[in-house]
Nanobody, 119 residues
Framework: QAPLVESGGGLVQTGDSLRLSCAGS????????LGWFRQAPQKAREFVAE????????NYADSVKGRFTVSRDNTDDTMYLQMNNLQPADTAIYYC????????????WGQGTQVTVSS
């Protein structure tokens, strides 16, 4: 079983919103940097957003700035991605990942959740 589990994906229309969740499975990630990535059909996986364990550093891909918001609740070991004003270009499988620090390797991954935005 994957160490991280994503949920909240679905089929929406252009301009709609979705909130994705990512939770640890079998282990805790409260002290890790958590991130979101996505992979569209026939494209490489790309970075979306990340948040350090203490929320001191939050980074976004330029393509989602102003529309997506990453957050986390260390009490229940869950990270969220609030996605607003979704566009067809946001259609992808969304993965969450975890790493130590801000420049370590992303060692832990989820299996992904599908987000489809219809025009």
């Amino acid at each position: 079983q994957a160490p991280l589990v994503e949920s909240g994906g679905g089929l929406v229309q252009t301009g709609d919103s979705l909130r994705l969740s990512c939770a640890g499975s079998g282990r805790k990630f409260g002290g890790y940097t958590l991130g979101w990535f996505r992979q569209a059909p026939q494209k490489a996986r790309e970075f979306v957003a990340e948040i350090t364990w203490n929320r001191a550093i939050i980074n976004y891909a330029d393509s989602v700035k102003g529309r997506f918001t990453v957050s986390r609740d260390n009490t229940d070991d869950t990270m969220y991605l609030q996605m607003n004003n979704l566009q067809p270009a946001d259609t992808a499988i969304y993965y969450c990942a975890a790493r130590i620090g801000i420049d370590g390797k992303w060692n832990y991954w989820g299996q992904g959740t599908q987000v489809t935005v219809s025009s």
